[in-house]
């Protein structure tokens, strides 16, 4: 079954540097979403993409957050000045329609740790 | 805005049992409602959606339900097993708001 693919597995990065987290989503999907968890918290939504431009983002995603597909498979997140709160675990998820009605698939996740 | 509450929020049953995790929500203007499981360290894995026109999805041993009218969904676990034991999630879209989840139900499985 086809899958979304994040790497790496484990990011640890000192804080101020910059970070960039990938993601393949599933091959014909149209929808591109990323999201966190804080250890302990709930699944909190970032941004989602599509038709190349951001749709919507939350108070979440401030400028040093910045979200692009560089080619016809990658999609990817970046964060210009990490701080220690961004430490996280970070999810790219897809679906496949317009509508909401289609399940959204999740990747295994990068687990970020700012020192 | 919608939002999304599990409980309890750790459960712990004996093999071979049945249960219920419950998930509610405050906005019933509901388009979907989607479960998740959830093993440690790891990402999130679809298990049932529940579109707002329907009641019910099974999948093999689940099942889950929704009612708009009550802001409830419940997913129901027959014959558990060790092998059930990780995090479910609950998580639900309506008017223009991406997926907001709940917290999730811990469960663990006895042997």
């Known amino acids: 079954e086809p899958e979304v693919t994040q790497t790496p597995s484990h990011q640890v990065t000192q804080m101020g540097q910059e970070v960039i987290l990938r993601c393949v989503p599933i091959?014909?999907?149209?929808?591109f979403y990323w999201y966190r968890q804080i250890l302990g918290q709930k699944v909190e939504f970032l941004v989602s993409f599509y038709n190349n431009e951001i749709s919507e983002k939350s108070e979440i995603f401030d400028d040093q957050f910045s979200v692009e597909r560089p080619d016809g498979s990658n999609f990817t997140l970046k964060i210009r000045s990490t701080k220690l709160e961004d430490s996280a675990m970070y999810f790219c998820a897809s679906r496949t329609g317009i509508s909401y009605n289609s399940p959204l698939h999740f990747g295994n996740g990068t687990r970020l740790t700012v020192t | 805005k919608q939002e999304v509450t599990q409980i309890p929020a750790a459960l712990s049953v004996p093999e071979g049992e049945n249960l219920v995790l419950n998930c509610s929500f405050t906005?019933?203007?509901?388009?979907?409602l989607q479960w998740f499981r959830q093993d440690p360290g790891k990402g999130l894995t679809s298990l049932l959606l529940?579109?707002?026109?329907?009641r019910e999805q099974t999948s093999g041993r689940l099942n889950a339900s929704l009612d708009k009218s009550s802001g409830r969904s419940t997913l129901y676990i027959a014959a558990s097993q060790p092998g059930d034991s990780a995090t479910y999630l609950c998580a639900g879209v309506s008017g223009n708001t991406p997926l907001v989840f709940g917290k999730g139900t811990r469960l663990s499985v006895i042997a």
């Open positions: 906005d019933s203007a509901i388009y979907n």
């Open positions: 529940i579109q707002s026109s329907q």
């Open positions: 091959s014909n999907h149209l929808y």
